[in-house]
């Protein structure tokens, strides 16, 4: 049994005689968690990637004009299926990786709690509210469609201030550039110099953030990719991505 032990993962990973490199283009709000999920699969592996972080819809763009990426971690399904509608994936790689979660957050503590957030938009007693920009990003989506949902997304647009992507956003409340923001949790989550207090809205407000995986084809006979997609779908992985504040299939 303890030498079956130890040759399982030889045949799973690659020994680091075999590393190779993988450029994985990933949503913002997925960084912090990438991060981590990097340390853990390069310690294990020994392949080397590099994380290239922005906003969903760049990204795309980016692939589709010939970004040399060897996977795409989207923050919506959108685009990862017009890239396999495109044929310009792997085919059979596209999977859901995780299910995003959309807090309302304020750096201040005492601000906001479970069941305030509706009304602190209601009574817009504030001067800067960010979000990611509707249109690029799919937390900002996902914001917008609260807002609309709650009847306040028409009276706040002169205090509504956009980042490219949900990082920006968050640093804009970080900064106190904003005080309040809509955000990932999995960014709240990660940067504990930050505590703050937030809102999660119930999940009927917003249509699911459900985030896909894709190996891209220019990248088929890329190890490193292969077996981070792997390794994205193990126990260990997706223990770390719900830990960080997403909703796991």
Not at 73 to 93: C, F, H, M, T
Not at 102 to 122: E, Y
Request: proline share 4%.
């Amino acid at each position: 049994m303890n030498a079956l032990a130890i040759v399982i993962p030889a045949i799973f990973f690659p020994v680091a005689a075999c590393a190779e490199e993988a450029i994985i283009a990933l949503a913002a709000n997925f960084k912090d968690t990438a991060d981590k999920l990097e340390a853990d699969f390069e310690s294990r592996t020994g392949h080397d990637i590099i994380l290239t972080a922005g906003s969903t819809g760049k990204l795309y763009a980016q692939i589709v004009n010939g970004a040399p990426f060897d996977i795409f971690l989207a923050a919506d399904q959108v685009r990862p299926r017009l890239l396999e509608e495109r044929n310009k994936i792997v085919q059979g790689s596209r999977f859901t990786f995780a299910t995003g979660r959309l807090v309302l957050w304020s750096s201040d503590a005492s601000r906001l709690n479970n069941t305030n957030g509706a009304v602190i938009l209601s009574d817009g007693d504030f001067r800067r509210l960010a979000i990611a920009n509707p249109d690029l990003a799919p937390y900002g989506a996902a914001a917008r469609e609260v807002m609309q949902n709650l009847g306040t997304w028409e009276v706040l647009q002169s205090k509504i201030v956009m980042g490219e992507n949900i990082s920006q956003g968050f640093t804009f409340v970080a900064t106190g550039n904003a005080e309040l923001g809509f955000v990932a949790l999995s960014s709240v989550l990660a940067n504990d110099e930050y505590s703050g207090s937030y809102w999660e809205p119930p999940p009927v407000l917003y249509t699911p953030i459900k985030q896909d995986a894709v190996w891209l084809k220019r990248a088929e006979n890329n190890k490193a990719a292969q077996d981070f997609l792997a390794y994205l779908k193990s126990d260990d992985a997706r223990a770390i991505i719900a830990d960080l504040g997403y909703r796991i299939e």
